[in-house]
């Protein structure tokens, strides 16, 4: 074993890897290999595309550079992140406002908390889950003491993602009967300075205990070194997980993996239909040798210079007179044809595959709709759907609040003071016209329909923004419905006299 794989496996290494996690690559590899499309499908060789047997490198080589890989699992983990991000997470009313002033650049790299959280929803869609490390910067000692960091510095706490990989050694014990996080180690993979212009690959652990921390470095010979240490101010480590395919709380199996096995599956039948197309495309010059005519050109010496039954190779061209014996035939053979179709509806079956379980009803590239589902099976596969990615979304939520939460420690608000926020579960617009508006407009006015649950539905219909909160608007109507009847009653009475006397 290599100094790095004992490492991995060294109890006593920060670099080790748990065996749960360990358990989780194979998979993790798949589904990232998916992701990223192509050049990693290309990449991984005889992986996922299998040599056939008998087949030589060359044409190995040669098959493997010309079969396309459809990305339908990336483009269906963007559908189904588009679909919570239709609408932004809603900070709620009961998020203090240095943490609505954080969310503006959440990360200190001009990153918003929306952006943000987008991001580490699709990774968490993709890998199956991913995490929010919130952390605070070292202690800057500065030359006025009475001046806190962060009126000098800037100082405060920021938000980092850290995706499946990187989590490789999460330890969980039982601290007065509840399962909690003790220690967890964090690989973070990245590039170094090397001369004056040059860089260098890093690779650095990060041991996260409550209330302190630990940073290792790898020297040249990949060996771990301790090279930075301190402490924090709360009692729990500051990493919240966005979980969306949950095995346990620190495990998971990546929610599409059963698409990305399918679409995997639709590569090598295209690439089997491209091999049959490419045969039927190019008809095969035969010739019948005639009388006599077996080993002409085949004999010198008295020798056979080629094997028996075949000529020297020729080139033909339109210009080439090709001399055929008595009862010989030159002719051109073709492909029948016969199995294109059953490649291209085995091709559209696995579409269909895909389609299903990407949680997306996809239809055909016409635009008609193919089989014989039927509207209830329609409505049931609908409510699976939703369920699935409303659990995803729920999750993502909890995610949120608890970064939420550790920021708000972190600034010493107390604890549970992060609040709440508000994300999107409504994966249906509601299709709203000119008239449809007028006639809820009309509802409402007759006392027959709330303004909140119009709002509601222009909500659901995309005609409102995030940033619309239907309670903070019934407290503005209020107060200007209340600031009209003030000044109604200031107003004197045209028909009453000025001076107070009788008419």
Same mark, same amino acid.
């Given at each position: 074993m290599t100094t790095k794989e004992l490492e991995i496996v060294d109890c006593d290494s920060p670099a080790y890897c748990s065996s749960a996690y360990r358990d989780q690559l194979p998979l993790l590899k798949l589904v990232q290999d998916c992701y990223e499309g192509q050049q990693a499908i290309t990449r991984a060789g005889a992986t996922y595309l299998p040599k056939f047997e008998g087949e030589s490198l060359l044409g190995f080589d040669e098959r493997l550079k010309g079969s396309t890989f459809w990305n339908a699992y990336r483009?269906? !983990? !963007? /559908?189904?992140?588009?679909?919570?991000? $239709?609408?932004?997470? *809603?900070?709620?009313?009961?998020?203090?406002?240095?943490?609505?002033?954080?969310?503006?650049?959440? =990360?200190?790299? /001009?990153?918003?908390?929306?952006?943000?959280?987008? =991001?580490?929803?699709?990774? %968490?869609?993709?890998? &199956?889950?991913?995490?929010?490390l919130v952390d605070?910067?070292?202690?800057?000692? &500065? %030359?006025?003491?009475? *001046?806190?960091?962060?009126?000098?510095?800037? @100082?405060? #706490?920021?938000?980092?993602?850290? $995706?499946?990989? +990187?989590?490789?050694? #999460?330890?969980?014990?039982?601290?007065?009967?509840?399962?909690?996080?003790?220690?967890?180690?964090?690989?973070?993979?990245?590039?170094?300075?090397?001369?004056?212009?040059?860089?260098?690959?890093?690779?650095?652990? @990060? *041991?996260?205990? #409550?209330? %302190?921390?630990?940073?290792?470095?790898c020297d040249a010979s990949g060996k771990p070194v301790l090279k930075d240490r301190g402490e924090t101010s709360l009692t729990r480590i500051p990493l919240a997980m966005i979980n969306t395919g949950k095995e346990s709380r620190w495990t998971s199996r990546p929610a599409l993996v059963d698409l990305a096995y399918e679409n995997l599956r639709l590569y090598r039948l295209q690439s089997a239909l491209d091999c049959i197309l490419q045969v039927a495309n190019v008809p095969v010059l035969v010739e019948i040798a005639g009388d006599g005519d /077996?080993? =002409?050109? +085949?004999? +010198?010496? &008295?020798?056979?210079?080629?094997? #028996?039954?075949?000529?020297?190779?020729r080139v033909i061209t339109h210009k080439t007179i090709y001399n055929v014996g008595h009862n010989g035939d030159l002719k051109y053979v073709e492909h029948? /044809?016969?199995?294109? =179709?059953?490649? +291209?509806?085995?091709i559209g079956t696995s579409k269909r595959n895909i389609a299903t379980l990407g949680l997306t009803v996809i239809r055909n590239a016409g635009g008609g709709p193919q089989g014989d589902t039927t509207a209830t099976g329609e409505v049931f596969e609908r409510e699976i759907e939703t369920s699935e990615l409303s659990g995803m979304a729920r999750a993502l939520k909890d995610g949120l609040e608890q970064a939420l939460g550790f920021h708000a420690e972190f600034e010493e608000l107390g604890q549970d003071k992060g609040g709440s926020v508000k994300v999107n579960q409504d994966f249906t617009?509601?299709?709203?016209?000119?008239?449809?508006i007028t006639g809820l407009a009309s509802v409402v006015e007759r006392g027959g329909l709330s303004l909140e649950t119009m709002w509601s539905i222009f909500?659901? &219909?995309?005609?409102?923004?995030?940033?619309?909160?239907?309670?903070?608007?019934?407290?503005k109507i209020l107060a200007e419905a209340k600031l009209l009847e003030v000044i109604r009653a200031s107003r004197p009475d045209p028909g009453g006299d000025p001076a107070g006397g009788a008419a």
């Open positions: 483009r269906t !983990v !963007v /559908g189904l992140v588009g679909m919570v991000f $239709r609408r932004n997470p *809603v900070l709620q009313p009961n998020v203090p406002d240095q943490l609505r002033q954080a969310s503006e650049n959440i =990360d200190l790299m /001009g990153t918003h908390l929306d952006v943000f959280a987008k =991001d580490v929803f699709t990774w %968490s869609v993709a890998e &199956g889950h991913s995490a929010i605070m910067p070292k202690k800057v000692e &500065g %030359s006025y003491p009475q *001046v806190t960091n962060r009126e000098t510095f800037g @100082r405060r #706490p920021y938000w980092s993602l850290i $995706r499946k990989a +990187q989590i490789i050694n #999460p330890i969980v014990e039982q601290v007065n009967g509840i399962a909690t996080l003790t220690q967890v180690t964090i690989c973070e993979a990245g590039t170094g300075r090397k001369g004056k212009y040059g860089e260098e690959a890093t690779v650095c652990y @990060r *041991v996260l205990k #409550p209330g %302190s921390w630990e940073l290792y470095e /077996g080993l =002409d050109g +085949q004999m +010198q010496a &008295g020798a056979l210079k080629e094997k #028996p039954g075949r000529k020297p190779r029948s /044809g016969k199995a294109i =179709d059953k490649a +291209q509806a085995e617009r509601i299709n709203l016209d000119g008239a449809m909500e659901q &219909g995309g005609l409102l923004g995030s940033e619309h909160s239907a309670t903070e608007e019934l407290k």
